[in-house]
């Protein structure tokens, strides 16, 4: 192992000490921010700290709101058959439609609808630039994010299989009811009808009723892998650059550490909007590294945001190529659920992809208490910084093939 990933294993274990809590627009996430910040300033030319605001809340409010919605509508329902009142069916199909919007729009596309609901929060992205030795003709930047996710309990307890049957009847479930609704404002139906439909809601209750559990707000995880591993993959690059006295020829190497990404990338989603053209006309690209835990599972993300949403090509290549020259050919992702900062640059049109090690199945270093410092994988954070090197120097470069045998997996 390098020294320089010893160091991350000592940075990951200090923050996780020192910074606890780091939920996003929190006062600890913006300690941690400060503190990496103060890190970068002696290896970098510039380190600018850029104020963002954004509704942390929004986000991962979307599950337990749909499940309110569900429970909502199916309420209505009962009531409307009890009564014969259709003014309950106009509000269970309300109920219902705003569940569909909520599950769809936040949390199955990112985007961001129902933030005026929740409070707004200030905090702000870091961002440090190495610049080039000779004139610059572009720049890489490699993202992680300080912020952790709130506990999700199903992870440790429950199979992969069990979270996705529960997925699909809740949402079968509320597509149903919204039919029943429906049909029952059009014409008029038997109370025999009536009640089977309520029946059937009554018993969809038991897929919904979870989703209020969803999310243990009390607890809040380190985020050791989740992303502390992200976040000092790309310092150490910087750092050891300074230590070594070295810069790349022709291209700025660059650290972006975000807030909110565990919020529906809100503090991405910022800086990829304020910094838009800059980042296009600077020819930019972005890698982002998430979750580095699992050697076994270290893939290329070509898609994201439930894979809604593509990933830069060439980005991707240049990943797979960096891969190939330690020793390692890296496979894409499959479908997975979820997303990551590069997919908030990619929605701008900027080139950005990400590489991540992150078993798909429920695990225990997951959104759960055990994503610790103690609950690392050196091994993995060491081939992926190599890679990542790889890939800045493949970049500096102009995307050339480097011989294998400088680079050690």
């Known amino acids: 192992m390098s020294e320089y990933s010893s160091w991350i294993m000592a940075e990951i274990k200090s923050v996780c000490i020192r910074y606890k809590r780091r939920i996003a627009g929190s006062q600890s996430v913006r300690d941690c921010l400060a503190h990496m910040s103060e890190q970068l300033s002696p290896w970098c030319d510039s380190v600018e700290k850029e104020a963002v605001s954004f509704h942390p809340h929004a986000f991962i409010g979307s599950i337990a709101q749909s499940a309110v919605g569900d429970i909502a509508g199916t309420v209505c329902f009962w009531i409307a058959y009890w009564t014969q009142l259709q003014l309950f069916l ?31 929060r200030q905090s702000e992205n870091v961002f440090a630039v190495r610049r080039a030795s000779g004139e610059t003709h ?52 038997s109370q025999s009808v009536l009640l089977t439909f309520a029946i059937i809601e009554a018993v969809l209750l038991l897929a919904y009723i979870p989703f209020l559990f969803f999310v243990k707000w009390r607890t809040i995880t380190d985020g050791a892998n989740d992303n502390l591993s992200g976040c000092f993959l790309g310092m150490s690059i910087i750092k050891e650059m300074a230590d070594n006295n070295e810069r790349l020829t022709h291209t700025d190497l660059c650290c972006l550490i975000t807030d909110g990404e565990e919020s529906g990338l809100r503090g991405a989603l910022a800086y990829a909007k304020a910094h838009r053209q800059e980042l296009i006309d600077s020819n930019t690209i972005v890698i982002a590294a998430d979750t580095i835990h699992d050697p076994q599972q270290l893939m290329i993300y070509h898609r994201g945001i439930n894979f809604t949403q593509k990933n830069d090509l060439e980005v991707c290549e240049l990943l797979h190529q960096a891969g190939l020259a330690c020793g390692v050919d890296l496979p894409y992702t499959d479908f997975y659920p979820g997303a990551n900062d590069s997919e908030a640059f990619s929605r701008y049109g900027i080139k950005a992809a990400a590489i991540c090690a992150v078993s798909h199945q429920p695990s225990d270093y997951y959104h759960t208490r055990y994503d610790s410092w103690d609950n690392l994988d050196e091994s993995c954070i060491d081939l992926t910084r190599e890679i990542l090197k790889q890939a800045v120097i493949l970049y500096d470069q102009g995307g050339a093939a480097k011989d294998a045998a400088s680079c050690q997996a």
Do not use: N, Q
Request: with cysteine; proline share 4%.
């Open 90 to 120: 106009v509000l269970s199909l309300v109920f219902f439609s705003v569940t569909l919007v909520a599950r769809l729009g936040e949390y199955g596309l990112y985007l961001r609808i129902f933030d005026f609901l929740y409070p707004r």
């Open 138 to 189: 572009r720049r890489i930047i490699i993202c992680g994010h300080a912020d952790t996710a709130y506990e999700m309990p199903f992870f440790m307890h429950m199979k992969s299989w069990m979270i996705y049957l529960l997925i699909f009847a809740a949402d079968g479930g509320m597509m149903a009811s919204m039919v029943f609704a429906v049909l029952a404002l059009a014409a008029p139906l």
